[in-house]
Protein backbone atom coordinates (compact mmCIF):
# COMPACT_ATOMS: atom_id res chain seq x y z
CA UNK A 1 0.00 0.00 0.00
CA UNK A 2 2.74 2.36 0.48
CA UNK A 3 4.04 1.69 -2.71
CA UNK A 4 0.70 2.41 -4.57
CA UNK A 5 0.61 5.52 -2.46
CA UNK A 6 4.06 7.09 -3.79
CA UNK A 7 3.60 5.85 -7.19
CA UNK A 8 0.16 7.67 -7.33
CA UNK A 9 1.83 10.96 -5.75
CA UNK A 10 4.36 10.94 -7.89
CA UNK A 11 1.76 10.59 -11.15
CA UNK A 12 0.03 13.74 -9.28
CA UNK A 13 2.88 15.62 -9.30
CA UNK A 14 3.21 14.63 -12.86
CA UNK A 15 -0.13 15.50 -14.31
CA UNK A 16 -1.65 18.27 -11.67
CA UNK A 17 1.21 20.92 -12.43
CA UNK A 18 0.58 20.36 -16.52
CA UNK A 19 -3.15 20.23 -16.25
CA UNK A 20 -3.56 23.65 -14.02
CA UNK A 21 -1.13 24.69 -17.04
CA UNK A 22 -3.46 23.89 -19.85
CA UNK A 23 -6.26 24.91 -17.88
CA UNK A 24 -4.84 28.66 -17.10
CA UNK A 25 -3.49 28.87 -20.64
CA UNK A 26 -6.84 27.65 -22.27
CA UNK A 27 -8.73 30.17 -20.08
CA UNK A 28 -6.21 33.05 -20.94
CA UNK A 29 -5.90 32.49 -25.01
CA UNK A 30 -10.10 32.04 -25.04
CA UNK A 31 -10.41 35.29 -23.06
CA UNK A 32 -7.71 37.06 -25.53
CA UNK A 33 -9.29 35.41 -28.38
CA UNK A 34 -12.58 37.56 -27.52
CA UNK A 35 -10.47 40.70 -29.40
CA UNK A 36 -11.56 39.39 -32.56
CA UNK A 37 -15.15 40.58 -31.71
CA UNK A 38 -13.09 43.59 -32.35
CA UNK A 39 -13.03 43.19 -36.64
CA UNK A 40 -16.07 43.73 -38.18
CA UNK A 41 -18.24 40.37 -38.76
CA UNK A 42 -17.32 40.38 -42.85
CA UNK A 43 -12.91 40.34 -41.69
CA UNK A 44 -13.38 37.19 -39.11
CA UNK A 45 -11.93 33.98 -39.35
CA UNK A 46 -14.92 32.27 -39.45
CA UNK A 47 -16.67 34.05 -41.75
CA UNK A 48 -13.32 34.25 -43.90
CA UNK A 49 -12.60 30.68 -43.42
CA UNK A 50 -15.74 29.23 -42.08
CA UNK A 51 -14.26 27.85 -38.93
CA UNK A 52 -12.58 29.16 -35.70
CA UNK A 53 -9.14 29.31 -35.46
CA UNK A 54 -7.61 29.46 -31.80
CA UNK A 55 -4.73 31.83 -30.81
CA UNK A 56 -5.79 34.37 -33.98
CA UNK A 57 -6.95 36.56 -31.32
CA UNK A 58 -3.11 36.93 -29.16
CA UNK A 59 -1.80 37.16 -32.06
CA UNK A 60 -4.08 40.42 -32.84
CA UNK A 61 -3.92 41.89 -29.00
CA UNK A 62 0.07 41.29 -29.42
CA UNK A 63 -0.08 43.16 -32.84
CA UNK A 64 -2.21 46.13 -31.08
CA UNK A 65 -0.32 46.37 -28.07
CA UNK A 66 2.74 46.36 -30.21
CA UNK A 67 1.02 49.21 -32.91
CA UNK A 68 -0.12 51.02 -29.76
CA UNK A 69 3.65 51.51 -28.02
CA UNK A 70 4.89 52.29 -31.63
CA UNK A 71 2.52 55.38 -31.80
CA UNK A 72 2.68 56.22 -28.29
CA UNK A 73 6.90 56.22 -28.42
CA UNK A 74 7.34 58.82 -31.56
CA UNK A 75 6.55 62.66 -30.76
CA UNK A 76 3.09 62.80 -31.89
CA UNK A 77 1.93 59.38 -30.00
CA UNK A 78 3.23 61.29 -26.66
CA UNK A 79 1.00 64.32 -27.49
CA UNK A 80 -2.07 62.23 -27.76
CA UNK A 81 -1.58 60.08 -24.37
CA UNK A 82 -0.39 63.24 -22.68
CA UNK A 83 -3.79 64.76 -23.93
CA UNK A 84 -5.54 61.34 -23.50
CA UNK A 85 -4.35 61.41 -19.62
CA UNK A 86 -5.28 65.22 -19.21
CA UNK A 87 -8.94 64.42 -19.66
CA UNK A 88 -8.70 61.11 -18.04
CA UNK A 89 -7.14 62.98 -14.74
CA UNK A 90 -10.62 65.75 -14.90
CA UNK A 91 -12.88 62.24 -13.99
CA UNK A 92 -12.87 61.77 -10.30
CA UNK A 93 -12.64 58.43 -9.95
CA UNK A 94 -11.50 57.22 -13.00
CA UNK A 95 -7.99 59.42 -12.42
CA UNK A 96 -7.39 57.91 -8.75
CA UNK A 97 -7.59 54.03 -10.78
CA UNK A 98 -6.01 54.82 -13.69
CA UNK A 99 -2.94 57.22 -11.77
CA UNK A 100 -2.48 54.62 -9.65
CA UNK A 101 -2.42 51.60 -11.84
CA UNK A 102 -0.18 54.04 -14.11
CA UNK A 103 2.81 53.81 -11.38
CA UNK A 104 2.72 50.47 -10.87
CA UNK A 105 2.91 49.31 -14.52
CA UNK A 106 5.94 51.89 -14.56
CA UNK A 107 7.51 50.43 -11.60
CA UNK A 108 7.16 47.08 -12.96
CA UNK A 109 8.48 47.61 -16.74
CA UNK A 110 10.91 50.43 -16.71
CA UNK A 111 14.27 49.30 -17.98
CA UNK A 112 15.40 52.52 -15.20
CA UNK A 113 13.39 51.10 -12.03
CA UNK A 114 14.94 49.34 -8.86
CA UNK A 115 11.48 48.63 -7.79
CA UNK A 116 10.83 44.53 -6.85
CA UNK A 117 14.79 44.00 -7.33
CA UNK A 118 15.63 43.16 -3.58
CA UNK A 119 13.90 40.64 -1.28
CA UNK A 120 14.02 41.39 2.79
CA UNK A 121 12.97 39.84 5.98
CA UNK A 122 10.85 42.39 8.32
CA UNK A 123 9.08 41.18 11.66
CA UNK A 124 5.67 41.78 10.66
CA UNK A 125 2.65 41.95 12.60
CA UNK A 126 4.43 41.97 15.30
CA UNK A 127 8.05 41.26 16.92
CA UNK A 128 8.95 37.24 16.33
CA UNK A 129 7.23 37.08 13.23
CA UNK A 130 9.31 37.31 9.83
CA UNK A 131 7.59 37.95 6.49
CA UNK A 132 9.29 38.33 3.34
CA UNK A 133 9.32 41.59 1.32
CA UNK A 134 10.65 43.64 -1.66
CA UNK A 135 12.30 46.93 -0.98
CA UNK A 136 10.42 49.41 -3.81
CA UNK A 137 12.33 52.58 -2.91
CA UNK A 138 13.63 55.20 -0.89
CA UNK A 139 10.73 57.40 1.46
CA UNK A 140 10.16 60.84 0.92
CA UNK A 141 12.70 63.01 2.36
CA UNK A 142 8.88 64.52 4.06
CA UNK A 143 8.07 61.56 5.87
CA UNK A 144 11.73 61.19 7.29
CA UNK A 145 11.60 64.91 8.57
CA UNK A 146 8.54 63.96 9.76
CA UNK A 147 9.75 60.86 12.07
CA UNK A 148 12.89 61.96 12.49
CA UNK A 149 14.83 58.78 11.37
CA UNK A 150 15.75 57.25 7.68
CA UNK A 151 12.84 55.33 6.13
CA UNK A 152 12.79 52.47 3.44
CA UNK A 153 9.67 51.22 1.69
CA UNK A 154 8.93 47.67 1.51
CA UNK A 155 5.87 45.84 -0.09
CA UNK A 156 4.58 42.97 2.09
CA UNK A 157 2.16 40.44 -0.13
CA UNK A 158 0.08 38.30 0.91
CA UNK A 159 -0.12 34.46 0.33
CA UNK A 160 -0.85 33.14 -2.53
CA UNK A 161 -2.06 36.29 -4.00
CA UNK A 162 1.31 38.29 -3.85
CA UNK A 163 -0.38 41.29 -6.25
CA UNK A 164 -2.41 41.61 -3.13
CA UNK A 165 -0.58 43.28 0.47
CA UNK A 166 0.43 46.32 2.98
CA UNK A 167 3.06 49.09 2.17
CA UNK A 168 5.14 49.71 5.30
CA UNK A 169 8.24 52.75 5.71
CA UNK A 170 10.05 51.17 8.38
CA UNK A 171 13.77 51.98 9.35
CA UNK A 172 16.65 50.37 7.57
CA UNK A 173 17.64 48.36 10.63
CA UNK A 174 14.39 46.50 11.06
CA UNK A 175 15.13 44.72 7.39
CA UNK A 176 17.28 41.72 7.19
CA UNK A 177 19.00 41.86 3.52
CA UNK A 178 18.41 38.46 2.02
CA UNK A 179 20.77 38.04 -1.33
CA UNK A 180 18.68 36.06 -3.12
CA UNK A 181 16.83 36.99 -6.33
CA UNK A 182 13.36 38.04 -6.57
CA UNK A 183 11.66 35.51 -8.61
CA UNK A 184 13.11 32.89 -4.97
CA UNK A 185 10.98 35.35 -2.88
CA UNK A 186 7.77 34.86 -5.55
CA UNK A 187 7.55 31.53 -5.78
CA UNK A 188 7.84 30.95 -1.67
CA UNK A 189 5.14 33.43 -1.60
CA UNK A 190 3.18 32.17 -4.23
CA UNK A 191 3.35 28.42 -2.70
CA UNK A 192 2.96 29.16 1.24
CA UNK A 193 6.36 28.09 1.62
CA UNK A 194 5.71 24.85 0.12
CA UNK A 195 8.29 25.19 -2.70
CA UNK A 196 12.00 26.23 -1.40
CA UNK A 197 13.99 26.21 -4.47
CA UNK A 198 16.89 27.14 -1.81
CA UNK A 199 17.23 24.10 -0.05
CA UNK A 200 17.05 22.01 -3.92
CA UNK A 201 20.80 21.53 -5.58
CA UNK A 202 19.39 22.23 -8.96
CA UNK A 203 17.72 25.51 -7.89
CA UNK A 204 20.30 26.42 -5.60
CA UNK A 205 22.95 26.54 -8.44
CA UNK A 206 20.58 28.64 -10.86
CA UNK A 207 20.49 30.79 -7.69
CA UNK A 208 23.90 31.03 -7.07
CA UNK A 209 24.45 31.48 -10.90
CA UNK A 210 22.12 34.71 -11.14
CA UNK A 211 23.95 36.22 -7.86
CA UNK A 212 27.50 35.91 -9.27
CA UNK A 213 25.93 37.09 -12.60
CA UNK A 214 24.52 40.32 -10.52
CA UNK A 215 27.77 41.11 -8.99
CA UNK A 216 29.74 41.05 -12.12
CA UNK A 217 27.42 43.40 -13.57
CA UNK A 218 27.59 45.29 -10.65
CA UNK A 219 31.25 45.51 -10.70
CA UNK A 220 31.54 46.29 -14.41
CA UNK A 221 29.15 49.26 -13.70
CA UNK A 222 31.95 50.47 -10.34
CA UNK A 223 34.42 50.65 -12.98
Do not use: C, H
Not at 13 to 24: E, H, S
Not at 29 to 55: C, H, M, Q, W
Not at 158 to 167: D, E, K, V
Amino acid sequence: MTSLRKYFVAGLLVWLPLVATFVVLSFAINLIDRSLLLLPVAYRPETLIGFKVPGLGVILTVMLVMLTGLIAANFFGRKLVGAWEAILSRIPLVRTVYGAVKQITQSLFADASQSFREVVLVEYPRRGMWMLAFVTGDTPKKFKNVVSQDLTNIYVPTTPNPTSGFYLMVPPSDIKRLDIPVEVGLKMILSAGVVNPLDDPIEAEKVAAEIRAKEKQKAKRVK
